[in-house]
Structures are given as C-alpha cells and as structure tokens.
C-alpha cells in the first residue's frame, strides 16, 4: 500500500485519539486501586495518582473484617449462581420449544412474550406483585421477577432455529423425543450460545441493584451493591466530618470506599478479558432480531 | 410404534399434523413451555393488569381490586402537581444531552477501524468495552470519589496546585455534564460494537478502487465508510429517539445527590421516590403509567418511521 506523508498523519492522530479514549476508560477504575492501597495521609494530600503512595493493606483488612460486607458477598455469590442456572434453564426450555417450526401455537406464544417488551408498566404494579405475593424481604424477589428475559430468549432462540430441521426428523426417526434431542443434540451444539446468555445473566444479576432497593429492607439481605450503594454513595454527606478526626491506624472513609469498590469489581475485571468474545457474540446476535 | 405415527403424519397434508400424531409428538413442548409461560403471565401481564391502580382510590387494606374506581382523578392530581412536570423535563434534558453525545460511538468506530496495528486495535477494544461491565453504583461511588468538592481527587488536585475546588456534583450545570460523562464512559465504548461490525461488511474492493483512482483517505472514509454505515445509524438514531421518554432508574439514582435534585429527579426516581417511600401507590402508577404510554407511542412511531426510511422495522 502507498503510504503518503497525510496518510501518516492521520494514523498518528488515530492512535492518539483511541488511546486517550482507552485511557479515559481505565484511568479512574486504576485510581481508585491506587486510593485503595495508598496510606491516609498521601490520600489526603492529593499525591496518589495512578500508583498506591504508602502501600498498606488497611483498607482491605478492614473491608474483610466487616462481617456485614461478607455475608453480603455470600449472598450475591449464592444468587448470581442460582439465579443464572434458573435463568439458563428456563430460557433454555422456552427457546428450544419455540424454536420448533412445527410447534401449534407457537406463534402466539411468542407474540404474547414479545408484547411484554414494548410495554413496562412500570415500577409500582412491579412492586405491589412482590409485596400481594408476599415476597417483600425474599431473596426469591430478586430472583423470580427476572427468570426470562425476553430479549435473551429471543437471542437463544433464533440461534436454536439454526439446528437442521433434518436432525430432529432423523433423531424422531430414531426414536429419541424432544427431551433427548435437546440435551443430546441440540445443547452440545450451541455451547457457544448458553456461555453468552449465561454471563449476561451473571454480570446483571451481579450488578444489578433497584430491585433490592424496592423488595428488601432487611439489612441482613442486602446484596453487594446495594450494600456499596449505602456505605459509598448515601454516606457521602458525613464524609467531611469523618475525616475531621482521622488517626493513622485507622483508613479514612476514602480507603474503605475504594477497597469496597475494587472489592466488588475485581470478580467482573477477572472475567471479563477472558469473555469478551461471549459479550460481544450476544450483542450482534441481539442485533439481528432486536 | 413413533416411528410409524411419524411417518404416517408426514405423507398426510399438513392440516391433519395436528391430529393425534403431532400432539404426541408436541406434548414434550407444551411441558417445556408451561413453566416459562407461568412466568410471563405473573411477572408481566399481571403487572400490566395492576396498573388500575393508577384509575382508584387504592387502599392496602381492601387489595387493588375491592378498592373504590376514581376515573381520571389520580390523573388529574398528578397534572397539576409542578413536581412532576420537573421530573418530565429533566428526563427530556437529561435525555437530549444523551442524545448529543450519540456521535461518539461512530467517531470512535471510525477510528478503530482506521488503525492498522492490530494489537493495538484489540487492546483499545478490550478498554473500551470494559467500563460497560460496571455496575452503575460503582460508576457512582466512583465519580464521588474522583469529584466530589471537599475530598474528590480531582479537586485534591486542583488544590494542591492552588486553585479552587469545582462543585462537580452541587452546580447543576456541572452536575449534568458529569451525569452525561458519566453515560459516555459507560456507553460509548460498546456502543461501537454493532457499528464495527456494519463497517466488517463493507466491501473492500471499494476502498481499493478509490485508491487507484486517487481518493485521500479521508475521502474514503466519507464518500465508503460513512455511506456503508448509514443504515445503522440511522436505526440506531431512530432507535434512541423512541426512547426519549424513558429513562433507567439506576444511572440517575447512583448519580443524583440533595443538591442537585432540581435538574436531576426524573421520572424513574421520582415514581420511587412518591411509591415506594412514600406509599402513594396510586400517584406513583399513574406516574409510571404515563411514562409508558408516551414511551409506548414514540417506540411505535420510531418503528413507522424506520420502515418508511429504510424500507425495513427495527423489530
């Protein structure tokens, strides 16, 4: 290819811009790692930058000894885990038997799903379900509501439809019904497809937080976000007086909020390089249809 | 015995598969549906039903259906409560300057397509698409933490160098830029990901026959690559458009704080704020319900527009 003198300019400019972009992205999530490790009096003084001054590992301690902060975490481990299976299951079972071409009914099955993403009626009748059937203070409220996602369902479906019509002829031929021909057959061929619908419903339910704002109440079921959300964002306003009478021993509110921070954002930073191609593979598979 | 219903089924006309052979074949598929179809009906439709509330006089105690109707009282409440024509606006505000910032997907697809060194592209990516992966309460905790007045590093910084701190987040002005950063950080990295993979169906012949006939890179970029990826703007914009009206609940709520509430209570919030906290269910519906329906209108219409202009729906 010819390369003139403009042609080097422009890709110069280009890799310029992109990186001061991708430093954009990352260099607030390295600060705040360096806030975490660095001591309180280079915190206080402005001198962490990207690099932890003072290291120390107060912060962390202190995060790992809040008991509170642990059994939040169990609790969202515990419910991302169960509620992915839930999810994968469930949307598994739908998308395989609306993918079926000769499925009576499945037309209108799958109109009746796809309304139900035009229409949000909102968060209080939401709400008022939980609360009539009784689930207010549950972890099942942060589970149930969220089973199907109707937007993934349509995902997985339209990748299932992929599978030859000739294999499940040839599988009925042989004697294997729907149940076999989709644990056998059909799911060992669309790995692909539950790893990406499984991780999207992992990292939402991961970083999810509304629905135990509205539905849970009792300290004890907080899950990791909210609980950051409370100790981070809602504390903010006692922050200057906090700091007033800090010691050395002690890490000032600064520390803990960002050890508490990276705390809950290292399980997606250790994810996600590894599945990026996942994420993305979903995203222009929902593309197509959505 | 299967075997022989299958192939009798198959030589019959399709009107009789649904005879007893295709329903001995189907019934798996009803059972595989029940469950996923109980789902929709609590979770959704029931939750569409409930939005009477938003038509009576509902009371806790005697449940939404024994509670008294009131027409379009509750309606009317709201239409002349100025608190909710402020949680409208700011939802349009906050919206528009979402909407300003929609270029920057494409700008940055551009140049991504642009550079030539691939590990350098690929890293880029990976950076890029990273901050979407990030709950927005630690967007949140983190953009206090970068500017708050008093302890944010920013204004660490900029007193150490002698200045005076900005009120990133009480000046209602900053606080809506740093509300839309916000949403770039959060959003513009993926959002180039569909417009990447328009520009891969480009066809490369053209950018090589521009070549030879002499046309500067920018040139190509404007006259091939933009062309190429005008359908998916387009339905992109379009897209966005219909979704004036509606607003998350969790990017304002993890961002907004008391001294910004003027610009920064919307919709989302404020049918939390009104239902949840404080118990006036019916207000609150009435509030979402109106949301929906302006949101349910645009989105039809978006779609209408889109069939017209690109001869095809988004849907």
Redesign the interface.
């Known amino acids: 290819m010819i390369r003139n003198p403009v042609d080097k300019v422009i890709d110069t400019v280009v890799i310029v811009l992109i990186g001061l972009f991708a430093l954009f992205c990352v260099v607030p999530m390295i600060h705040i790692f360096a806030l975490s490790f660095s001591g309180n009096r280079a915190i206080m003084s402005g001198e962490v930058f990207l690099w932890p001054v003072d290291w120390n590992f107060h912060s962390y301690s202190a995060v790992f000894e809040d008991s509170s902060m642990m059994r939040s975490l169990a609790l969202t481990v515990i419910l991302v885990v169960v509620y992915t299976a839930v999810a994968l299951v469930m949307t598994i079972m739908s998308a395989y038997a609306l993918s079926r071409r000769n499925f009576t009914g499945r037309n209108v099955m799958f109109g009746l799903i796809v309304v139900t993403m035009f229409f949000n009626p909102g968060i209080i009748p939401n709400y008022l379900l939980i609360k009539e059937l009784g689930l207010l203070d549950s972890p099942l409220s942060l589970i149930l509501p969220l089973m199907v996602n109707a937007f993934l369902l349509i995902i997985m479906r339209t990748s299932f439809s992929g599978v030859p019509n000739e294999l499940e002829d040839s599988a009925w031929i042989d004697g294997c019904g729907h149940f076999r021909f989709l644990l056998r057959v059909v799911l060992p061929l669309q790995l692909p497809i539950l790893a990406t619908i499984g991780l999207y419903s992992a990292v939402d339910r991961w970083n999810m937080f509304q629905d135990a704002l509205f539905y849970i109440n009792d300290k004890n079921l907080y899950p990791l976000q909210l609980k950051l959300y409370q100790m981070v964002i809602n504390s903010q306003v006692n922050d200057a007086t906090a700091q007033e009478g800090f010691n050395a021993a002690t890490p000032i509110p600064q520390s803990i909020q960002s050890a508490s921070i990276m705390f809950a954002t290292v399980p997606i930073l250790l994810v996600y390089p590894w599945l990026q191609k996942y994420f993305i593979s979903g995203m222009l598979q929902g593309a197509v249809k959505g | 015995m ?2 022989e219903a ?1 192939r009798a089924g198959a030589s019959l006309p399709v009107k009789r ?2 005879g007893m052979a ?1 329903l001995k ?2 019934w ?3 059972l ?2 029940l ?3 109980t ?2 009906i ?7 039903a ?2 009477v ?1 938003a038509f009576k006089d509902y009371n806790i105690f005697q ?2 259906w024994a509670s008294e109707w009131v027409g379009w009282d509750v309606f009317r409440e709201i239409f002349g409560m100025p608190q909710f024509y402020k949680a409208l606006r700011n939802t349009l505000m906050l919206n528009v300057f979402a909407l300003l910032t929609f270029p920057i997907p494409i700008i ?1 697809a551009i ?2 397509n ?4 691939r590990w ?1 592209k690929r ?2 990516q ?6 979407h ?6 967007v ?3 953009v ?3 500017l ?1 007045t ?2 944010g ?1 920013v204004n ?2 900029i ?2 160098l002698g200045g005076r701190p900005i009120p990133f987040l009480e000046d209602t002005v900053l606080w809506i830029l740093t509300y839309t950063g916000a949403g770039v ?1 959060h959003y ?3 959002g180039t ?2 417009y990447l ?1 328009a520009l891969t169906s480009i066809n490369k012949e053209l950018y090589e026959a521009a ?1 030879v006939d002499g046309a ?3 040139r190509r970029i404007w006259h091939i690559t933009l062309p190429g990826i005008k359908p998916t703007i387009v339905v992109l914009f379009i897209i966005q458009i219909g979704h004036m009206a509606n607003i998350s ?2 990017q304002p ?2 961002l907004q ?2 001294y910004v509430m003027d610009v920064a209570q919307v919709i ?1 919030t404020y ?2 704020t009104v ?2 906290q404080s118990a006036q ?1 019916a207000l ?2 009435a ?3 109106f ?2 329906v302006i ?2 209108i645009l ?2 219409t978006a779609e209408l527009i889109s069939r017209k202009v690109n001869q095809q729906g988004i ?1």
Not at chain 2, 42 to 48: A, D, G, L, S, T
């Open positions: 299967q075997t299958r598969r649904n295709g074949r189907q798996p598929l009803y595989l549906m469950l996923p179809m789902f929709f609590v979770f959704k439709y029931i939750p569409m409930g939005v509330v449940g939404i940055l140049m991504l642009e550079l030539r060194v350098y890293l880029s990976t950076l890029l698409y990273l901050p992966f990030i709950s927005w309460v630690i949140g905790g983190m206090i933490q970068l708050a008093n302890t590093s660490e910084f007193k150490s950080w513009a990295g993926w990901i569909l993979a070549e500067s890179r920018l609940f969790e709520y993890a704080n008391g989302s049918v939390y239902g949840i269910f609150a519906t509030v979402g319900l949301q929906s949101g349910l989105l039809l849907f």
